[in-house]
């Protein structure tokens, strides 16, 4: 008896791929927004954090979106 590989197809790995990459800036954009608050003389870089972040979420959330209403 043989054991079947199963392989995640393409358009698997490329959804994990996207989440993954997505997840890295999310935490990329966490970081920025920490190191902004804390010192004063960076706020600006805070706030830009926090608009990058909710951006990635939202980006990600219409990616999925499209990806379960086209199959």
Known sequence: MQAVLCLPSRDERTVRDMWTVLL????????????????DGL???GIIGI????GTIIFGIIRQ????LKQ
């Open 65 to 68: 979106r499209a990806r379960r």
């Open 51 to 54: 608009v990058l972040f909710v």
């Open 43 to 45: 706020m600006w870089l």
């Open 24 to 39: 890295i800036l999310l935490v990329a954009w966490v970081v920025l927004s920490i190191v902004g608050f804390v010192f």
